[in-house]
């Protein structure tokens, strides 16, 4: 066998430790994915509620503003 040529043993253990590093690193890929998820889904979560918040806050100074106006203009 020359230098150039590669045991068939040799060349499957080695395709077999770079599948075997393959699978480990989509397994931990999919793990990162999974709890990216569940923090996105969190944050939107948080955001909707952080909005629905600044709505009523908005609707609330508005309805201030407005009677500070009108209680100006009764004056």
Known sequence: MSQTEKDPYTELASLEAKLDTLIAQYN???SENKSLKVKQ???V???AKLLEKT?????RV???I???KAMEHDS
Not at 55 to 59: I, R, Y
Request: charged share 40%.
């Open 66 to 68: 407005a009677r500070l």
């Open 55 to 59: 709505t009523l806050a908005k609707a």
């Open 41 to 43: 889904d969190a944050l």
């Open 62 to 64: 508005e309805a201030m």
């Open 28 to 30: 931990q890929m999919k």
């Open 45 to 47: 979560k948080e955001k």
